[in-house]
């Protein structure tokens, strides 16, 4: 059993930064690969970004690379987002998932765990 809070969710203007940190407690941390979501209102929610168990491999969704940055600290039982160059699209819950399996998961389905989420909203 894995449980994941997020936080740094805030109000943040357009051109802005953010990051995100989410804080695992549990067993074994550095046996999940870990992600970031994001769900706005209305709309599913979508893969962002992943990073391999020890952090050696990332994979990001093309509308966010170059601006967001995945990372994780092992010995702190952490992952992170930074976020870049804001936008009002950027808009929605941003949700960490971590996942036991190898295959690199862009679905929500290919999760095992999640957070509660931690809204961040970006104005024009």
């Known amino acids: 059993q894995v449980q994941l809070v997020e936080s740094g969710g805030r109000l943040v203007q357009a051109g802005g930064s953010l990051r995100l940190s989410c804080t695992a407690s549990?067993?074994?941390?550095?046996?999940?690969?870990m992600a970031w979501f994001r769900q706005a209102p209305g709309k599913e929610r979508i893969f962002l970004a992943r990073?391999?168990?020890?952090?050696?491999?990332?994979t990001y969704v093309d509308s966010v690379k170059g601006r967001f940055t995945i990372s994780r600290d092992n010995a702190k039982d952490t992952i992170y987002l930074q976020m870049n160059s804001l936008q009002p699209d950027d808009t929605a819950v941003y949700y960490c998932?971590?996942?036991?399996?190898?295959?690199?998961?862009?679905?929500?389905?290919?999760?095992?765990?999640w957070g509660q989420g931690t809204q961040v909203t970006v104005s024009s």
């Open positions: 998932a971590a996942s036991a399996s190898r295959v690199v998961a862009r679905t929500a389905a290919q999760y095992d765990y």
């Open positions: 549990g067993d074994f941390f550095n046996t999940y690969a």
């Open positions: 990073i391999s168990r020890l952090g050696s491999t990332t």
